[in-house]
């Protein structure tokens, strides 16, 4: 069966650095999201993507962040300057349509943490 | 008022018990309602959806809406020790540029013993 994947697993940094968490989608989906969830928290939306532009994103996904789709199988999210409460999972979802009947299907996630 | 609200628990219940799993919204543009299941340190996987008020079945799974209350329930009968997990209730609205936000409760910690 068809899933998303995400690496890398577990992400360390330092605060400053940038870092660009990638994702591969199922291939003939048309929506791509990031969401995040910090430790004990709840899973919180970022940014959907479609057609190689953002079409929704949250008060979290700041100038900071950037989402592309570099090439047709990637979908990454970068975090240029990594700050101590960036730490958290993050989980690449995609899903065929975009309708609100539509699937979301989530990726194992990365977990990023921030020194 | 939070737009999901869902006790996280834990709740811990016997092999074999009936478990009730509820979520409460404020949004009414919300359409679609989902069931997610997570496991430690893994992504959400969709366990059940509906879009209507009333009840859905699924094997041991039974989601249930009630639109009029801004409430929904996902029950499971005879759970067994596999069934460990958080569960999260998520809904969604359409995005105006298109596409599906999701919107997650906190997830209820699951925990069911032999």
């Known amino acids: 069966e068809p899933e998303v994947t995400q690496t890398p697993s577990h992400q360390v940094t330092q605060m400053g650095q940038e870092v660009i968490l990638r994702c591969v989608p199922i291939?003939?989906?048309?929506?791509f999201y990031w969401y995040r969830q910090i430790l004990g928290q709840k899973v919180e939306f970022l940014v959907s993507?479609?057609?190689?532009?953002?079409?929704?994103k949250s008060e979290i996904f700041d100038d900071q962040f950037s989402v592309e789709r570099p090439d047709g199988s990637n979908f990454t999210l970068k975090i240029r300057s990594t700050k101590l409460e960036d730490s958290a999972m993050y989980f690449c979802?995609?899903?065929?349509?975009?309708?609100?009947?539509?699937?979301?299907?989530f990726g194992p996630g990365t977990r990023l943490t921030v020194l | 008022q939070k737009e999901v609200e869902q006790d996280p628990g834990p709740l811990s219940v016997p092999e074999g018990a009936i478990v009730s799993l509820n979520c409460t919204y404020s949004?009414?543009?919300?359409?679609?309602f989902m069931w997610y299941r997570q496991y430690s340190r893994k992504g959400p996987e969709l366990l059940m959806y509906?879009?209507?008020?009333g009840n859905k079945e699924d094997g041991r799974f039974t989601a249930q809406v009630d639109k009029s209350s801004k409430y929904i329930s996902l029950f499971i009968r005879d759970s067994q020790p596999s069934d460990s997990a958080t569960y999260l209730c998520?809904?969604?609205?359409?995005?105006?540029?298109?596409?599906?936000?999701?919107?997650f409760g906190t997830g209820t910690q699951l925990k069911v013993e032999l």
């Open positions: 998520a809904m969604s609205a359409i995005l105006t540029g298109g596409g599906n936000k999701l919107t």
């Open positions: 949004n009414s543009a919300f359409q679609y």
């Open positions: 509906t879009y209507s008020s």
């Open positions: 993507f479609y057609n190689n532009e953002i079409s929704e």
């Open positions: 291939s003939n989906h048309l929506y």
């Open positions: 979802a995609s899903s065929p349509q975009g309708t609100s009947t539509d699937t979301q299907y």
